[in-house]
Nanobody
């Protein structure tokens, strides 16, 4: 069974950093594009950052310059480093590949 697990969320002061991680079992991230998404109440789920299997990346304008998506082939994980966090970054963060969604991890940024 393919499973994804997001982790690394928490409570942080504005300007702080978090490193989220997406881990997979049952598939290799080497063969798929991976995306990080977030959702807040009253809003649709939106893409934050994605990485293709060739290493090319995409960032939403809201996090561009503050976040870095990468891949750890040895660990079969996709981390998302988030720096200079803002209160508007508060959301539940999810990872996705091949329309398989992991359980989200809560990020809360205080003013």
């Amino acid at each position: 069974e393919v499973q994804l697990q997001a982790s690394g969320g928490g409570l942080v002061q504005a300007g702080g950093s978090l490193r989220l991680s997406c881990a997979a079992s049952g598939l290799s991230f080497d063969d798929y594009a991976i995306g990080w998404f977030r959702q807040v109440p009253g809003k649709v789920r939106e893409a934050v950052a994605c990485i293709a299997k060739d290493g090319s990346t995409y960032y939403d304008d809201s996090v561009k310059g503050r976040s870095t998506i990468s891949s750890d082939h040895a660990k079969n994980t996709v981390p998302l480093q988030m720096n200079s966090l803002k209160p508007e970054d508060t959301a539940v963060y999810y990872c996705n590949t091949e329309n398989i969604w992991g359980q989200g991890t809560q990020v809360t940024v205080s003013s």
